[in-house]
Every structure is written in C-alpha cells, then in structure tokens.
C-alpha cells in the first residue's frame, strides 16, 4: 500500500502529465499494479546526486542506459518511476528527472534479486537498462533548476508512509508482548505484575505514542497539490522517519525479550518482526541522511 500511493504514483500525480496520471491510476485500480520507484544504483545510495543513469533524448524518445538496484517491487512492477540524468539532443546535461519505464520494454531486464534480511514478501531487485527506448511522452519531470528536489519533495510521502509500516510492525510486537505478560507466570506471579517488566512495557507505550504522534503531524500538516495529492515537508517528514525508525526497532527488541527464549525461535512471529523493522532505518533514506536534513533545516537561516 505504501509503496503503490506514496512512491511513484505520488510523484506522478503531482508532477506528471494528464495522460500519465490516468493511465497509471488506471493500472493500479484496475490492474493491481504497484509502481516501483527506482533511485538507488550500486554506487549513488544516499548520494543520489551521484547517480549515472542516463535518459538521452532521441527523435520522439528517450533512451534510458544504468543500473538501479534494491528497487522495491523490481521485477514485478509494470509501471517503473526512474530517476535517471536526463540528457539533450546534443549531450546536455538537464539535470536529474523521472521517467515512466514499464516492463517488458525492449533494453530492460530485472537482474538479481536480493536474498533480504527481512521483508522478504516483495523484491528488491536490481533494475538493468541497456539502450532501452521510450517514448518521449513518457517523461515525468525534465527541470534543470529544480526537478530533482521536486521528485524529492515527491518522496517525503513515502517515508511517512514507511514510517507508519515501521509502526504498524512495533505496535503487533508490543501488542504480543502485553498478552503474553498477562498469561505467563514466573516465580509464583504473572510476567505483568513485576515491577521492571512493567516498566519496560509503559517505555514501549510511551514510545510507540511519540511515534505515532510525529507520524499524524507530518500527514496532517501535507501540502495539498493538485489530484488531491498530498507532499508532507520535509522536515516533518524527516523527523518522523528518523524518529520512527530507531523507536520501532527498540520497541520490538525489548518485545522479543519479554518471551525469552521462545521469542528467538521462528516458532513466534517476533524474530521476523525485528527483521522486518530494521529496515526503515536504512530504506526511503537512511536515519543519519535525515538527521543531515533537520540539522540543515536548524542552522539555515542562522
């Protein structure tokens, strides 16, 4: 759900041209497409100012050329949004700009898939584009001055929307925390009833609430675009996403340890929870990245 309305279809709903937006609603409402987003490269992660994929502009196309890996939904994806250095006629560099790549086009091929630590139920896979020809009615966004911070902006829907994911997974773990201390029995009491655990369980409450709270105000607070998009700023979305991140993967750790040993058996759902979840401190843009990007925000204008 995240990956298909706050990825891709967000910024190509908010940037796109009228033709794109409803051909690419159109899939996801009647094809059950999910569109991949595809950023990362083996060597532009974080930096993605550094990123080498090109889209070259040729008489009525673009030819797209680079490689895109841990793309979420890669391989399985119709519709791909590629960040890709868009290119002129004459070699020009245009800055960095988002192309419409679907699968099967002659040039693209999915390369390997990788064996993930967690979220194992959708891809990510590497992305491969060798001479691959698309129409130029296919461009998103070509904006030397400000293209690549608008698909950014773009973005910030996504890691909130990650964010309430990495949420959603602390709350199911506290949740089986909590019954399992109103059920099991040590040294003649219930789990619930001594002291230390109980403070553990109201630390985990208390964190599980700060983050839902960072999360409803970065939503609440989106800019309104046009299609009724919705872009949360980026310092909101920043704040959230780091804060979420590293709280989530605290929370279902300390939810795991309420069940001992069994809560590191594959036996519970707990060991692939903390796999799961720590994830978002790494995916849509790592915790340290969005630290940089508050620290920025603090010390702008000083």
Not at 93 to 110: A, E, M, R, S
Not at 148 to 153: A, I, Q, V
Not at 220 to 245: Q, T, W
Not at 256 to 269: K, R
Request: aromatic share 6%; glycine share 12%; charged share 25%.
């Amino acid at each position: 759900m995240v990956e298909t309305n706050m990825g891709a279809l967000g910024a190509i709903m908010a940037y796109g041209t009228e033709a794109q937006q409803r051909e690419v609603a159109r899939r996801v409402l009647e094809e059950g497409d999910k569109p991949a987003i595809g950023m990362t490269e083996p060597n532009a992660g974080t930096d993605l100012g550094a990123l080498g994929t090109t889209a070259t502009e040729r008489e009525g196309a673009y030819v797209v050329n680079g490689t895109k890996h841990w793309i979420t939904g890669g391989g399985i994806s119709r519709t791909n949004l590629i960040f890709a250095r868009i290119q002129d006629k004459d070699g020009n560099d245009q800055g960095i700009g988002g192309i419409l790549v679907d699968k099967g086009t002659p040039g693209f091929t999915v390369g390997r898939v990788e064996a993930a630590m967690g979220l194992r139920g959708i891809p990510e896979a590497e992305l491969i584009f060798e001479d691959c020809e698309v129409p130029a009615a296919n461009l998103v966004l070509r904006d030397p001055k400000d293209g690549f911070k608008k698909l950014m902006n773009g973005y910030n829907a996504q890691r909130v929307g990650a964010s309430a994911v990495a949420l959603g997974i602390a709350q199911g773990a506290h949740d089986l925390a909590i019954d399992y201390m109103c059920e099991r029995e040590a040294f003649g009491k219930k789990l619930k009833d001594f002291q230390g655990l109980g403070w553990m369980a109201a630390q985990g409450e208390m964190r599980l609430d700060a983050a839902r709270l960072l999360i409803y105000r970065a939503a609440c607070n989106a800019r309104r675009l046009a299609n009724n998009v919705m872009l949360p700023e980026m310092r909101e979305a920043s704040i959230a996403k780091a804060f979420v991140g590293h709280e989530a993967f605290h929370s279902v750790s300390e939810s795991l340890q309420m069940f001992g040993a069994a809560g590191y058996s594959s036996d519970l759902p707990l060991e692939r929870m903390l796999r799961d979840v720590r994830m978002f401190q790494i995916g849509g843009g790592t915790s340290q990245a969005q630290l940089n990007m508050i620290a920025r925000g603090i010390f702008s204008n000083r």
